[in-house]
Structures are given as structure tokens and as C-alpha cells.
């Protein structure tokens, strides 16, 4: 019996060493962070204009971007964030209770079950997740009224 294991643990190590360092299917594009971890590159269509963004390799920002593409509409919140209702909830697991954000940063706030985007810093608040932030200016998002937005995995 030990003969016939010993022929066969190889092949099968061998196996699971090929499965396990092959590439992994990804349903949205990534980009790997100077810490090694995976991150989701998403963009907002604005009207003509098209925002590039990156999530966060975590519960909540690979959930978030399990939702996409998603068409919002997004309006002003106390004249700091602009915020949608999202679908569903989304998986919080791991996240720290409360977050300071800054201008820049896609957030969900799991009180309500909303999409946050600042565009001015905040108070650190309970129940808010960061999710990703912006990579460049946001002006297009800088308007009154609703606003439409595409959000969707960057090519």
C-alpha cells in the first residue's frame, strides 16, 4: 500500500501545484498594489466624460464590483458626497467600524445601503466603508441635480 501511495502523491502534488499557480478567471480587470494585492479598476461615464477609479482588494470593494455595471442616478448629500441606493447590500465583513473619508473616495455607508462618493473630506462616521477612491479630479461629478452615471469595469 505505501508503494502504491508513494507513486501516486507526486502526480497528484503535482496537480494541485498546477491548479493552484495557474492564472485565476477574473470577471473584472486588475491591477496589483505595491503590497501584492489585487485591485479592481472600475470607471464612471459621466455624460461624455469618463472617470477612472480603483477598488479596494476587500469584502466590500470586490462585492461592489460584483454589482457592475451598474446605471445610477446620484445626488447631493449635505453638500459633501453624492450618493445612490445601490441593489443590495453589500458584504461588510472585516471593515472597520467607522471611516474618516477624504474627497476622492467611493464609499458605501451600510446604515443606509448607499453608495457614497465625497468630494469633500468627512467626520469619521459608523457604519461608512471605503470601497475605493478616484485616480484623477472628479469636476464631472461637481454638478447640481442628478446626476446619470455608468459604472463599469475598466477595459
Known amino acids: 500500500m505505501s508503494r502504491r501511495h508513494g507513486s501516486t502523491l507526486p502526480r497528484v502534488a503535482s496537480l494541485l501545484a498546477a491548479l493552484l499557480s495557474g492564472p485565476a478567471p477574473a470577471e473584472t480587470p486588475h491591477t496589483s498594489s505595491p503590497e501584492g494585492t489585487a485591485m479592481t479598476r472600475i470607471q464612471l461615464i459621466v455624460g461624455g466624460e469618463t472617470l477612472s477609479a480603483t477598488l479596494d482588494d476587500t469584502p466590500a470593494g470586490r462585492d461592489f464590483a460584483a454589482l457592475l455595471p451598474l446605471e445610477l442616478s446620484l445626488t447631493d448629500y449635505h453638500a459633501t458626497e453624492k450618493i445612490a441606493d445601490l441593489p443590495r ?33 468627512f467626520q469619521s462616521s459608523r457604519g461608512l466603508v471605503r470601497l475605493g477612491a478616484f485616480d484623477g479630479p472628479i469636476d464631472a461629478l461637481l454638478r447640481d441635480g442628478a446626476i446619470a452615471v455608468r459604472i463599469e469595469a475598466a477595459e
Open 89 to 121: 447590500t453589500l458584504d461588510t465583513r472585516g471593515a472597520p467600524a467607522k471611516y474618516a473619508p477624504s474627497a476622492g473616495d467611493i464609499t458605501y455607508y451600510a446604515p443606509w445601503g448607499n453608495l457614497a462618493i465625497f468630494y469633500k473630506p
